[in-house]
């Protein structure tokens, strides 16, 4: 069983919008902060955005803030990416993380993961 399951992807012309979704399985999930990174061709994993457990505390990278809002729904076990104004420098492979306790921006602090969800914009 895959712990998270992302959708959501997908070709968008830039200024345009799409939301990720990232689905939990198990039980731990209700603790969790969850997270977004994303990583481009060439390019090193990059963190995105954070949440902690509750859905009170987020987190952004300054690269998206104020366009990227994250937010979840613990009981639906789903954690979204609103994705707002995007640009071409956003196109990335998008991956949701999980880890238990506070929410952190060090890809490293994370255990599990999910497949990625390709975001392409286009010009």
């Known amino acids: 069983q895959v712990p998270l399951v992302e959708s959501g992807g997908g070709l968008v012309q830039a200024g345009g919008s799409l939301r990720l979704s990232c689905v939990s399985s198990?039980?731990?999930?209700?603790?969790?902060?969850m997270a977004w990174f994303r990583q481009a061709p060439g390019k090193q994993r990059e963190f995105v955005s954070t949440?902690?457990?509750?859905?009170?505390?987020?987190y952004y990278a300054d690269s998206v803030k104020g366009r990227f809002t994250i937010s979840r729904d613990n009981a639906k076990s789903t954690t979204y990416l609103q994705m707002n104004k995007l640009n071409t420098e956003d196109t990335a492979v998008y991956y949701c993380?999980?880890?238990?306790?506070?929410?952190?921006?060090?890809?490293?602090?994370?255990?599990?993961w999910g497949q990625g969800a390709q975001v392409t914009v286009s010009s």
């Open positions: 993380a999980a880890r238990s306790g506070a929410p952190k921006s060090d890809s490293t602090e994370y255990y599990i």
């Open positions: 198990g039980r731990t999930f209700i603790n969790d902060a």
């Open positions: 949440i902690n457990w509750s859905g009170t505390n987020t």
